[in-house]
């Protein structure tokens, strides 16, 4: 049992499963009771394998999962850093364009324009 891919380990208990329902079928022919088969040791040896095997299996399966997590991780964080380049590239193609435009220029004249609405009220004649 020194095999570390899933396929072979399911195969594996397949096989022990197989001995330990023929080593029943057999001490069942001789007329053995069910506490009996239990502390055959045979059986016993066959149940222990059984079980490491299927601790083996679901250890696969929580490695094979953690390593799809981290792909996804390490996709996500690509596309943050890709998106994250590409943001501040937009940022200063827009921001230079208007710095020759000269923004500050128009808001000048708007600014003027603003005030002249904004009379002063007409003084009373002094009297």
């Known amino acids: 049992m020194a095999s570390k891919t899933k396929d072979v380990r399911i195969e594996q208990r ?3 499963e ?4 023929l080593r029943l079928a057999k001490l069942a022919q001789q007329g053995v009771s069910g506490d009996k ?3 055959d040791p045979l059986v016993k040896n066959l149940k222990s394998k059984i079980r490491e095997t299927n601790l083996r299996i679901s250890a696969i399966d929580k490695n094979e999962a953690k390593i799809q997590e981290m792909k996804l991780a390490r996709e ?3 596309a943050d850093a890709a998106a994250a380049k ?5 940022s200063e193609k ?3 364009p208007k710095k020759k435009t000269a923004p500050g220029k128009e808001a000048k004249k708007e600014g003027d ?4 609405p904004k009379k002063k009220k007409e003084e009373a004649p002094a009297a």
């Open 14 to 16: 397949r096989m022990l």
């Open 18 to 21: 197989k001995k330990l329902e």
């Open 37 to 39: 088969t239990s502390s």
């Open 76 to 78: 996500k964080k690509l």
């Open 86 to 90: 590409e943001a501040p590239a937009a």
């Open 94 to 96: 827009e921001a230079k």
């Open 113 to 116: 324009a603003a005030k002249k």
